[in-house]
């Protein structure tokens, strides 16, 4: 399996930032995609996800109504866009993606991650 994301940098305090991951190599019946992301001295944490089955959506109490996960299962791509970003946002993007069935069980053991991408948001 294998993730590639694409779409960080920096940015200002208030602009926008999209950032895109495409996936290939898995056979999942239903999956997840997401987002995670790791700021500087803190633990790794979720941002967003999709569901393949229903397009069903999670998000972070933090980025609800900022941002806005969006998911294309005819090329397996997924996307987040990000507007009024906050220099908390800073961190380091993972998209991931996982067996839906094992998504539900709040199990990362089996998921697949790509190399990240950084996201710099200055004040």
């Known amino acids: 399996v294998q993730l590639v994301e694409s779409g960080g940098g920096l940015v200002q305090a208030g602009g926008s930032l999209r950032l895109s991951c495409a996936a290939s190599g898995f056979d999942f019946e239903n999956y997840v995609i997401g987002w995670f992301r790791q700021a500087p001295g803190k633990e790794r944490e979720v941002v967003s996800w999709i569901s393949s089955k229903d397009a069903s959506t999670g998000y972070a109490d933090s980025v609800k109504g900022r941002f806005t996960i969006a998911s294309d299962n005819s090329k397996n791509t997924m996307s987040l866009q990000m507007n009024s970003l906050k220099p908390e946002d800073t961190a380091v993007y993972y998209c991931?993606?996982?067996?839906?069935?094992?998504?539900?069980?709040?199990?990362?053991?089996?998921?697949?991650w790509g190399q990240g991408t950084r996201v710099t948001v200055s004040s």
């Open positions: 991931l993606i996982e067996d839906e069935y094992l998504w539900m069980t709040r199990s990362l053991d089996f998921a697949y």
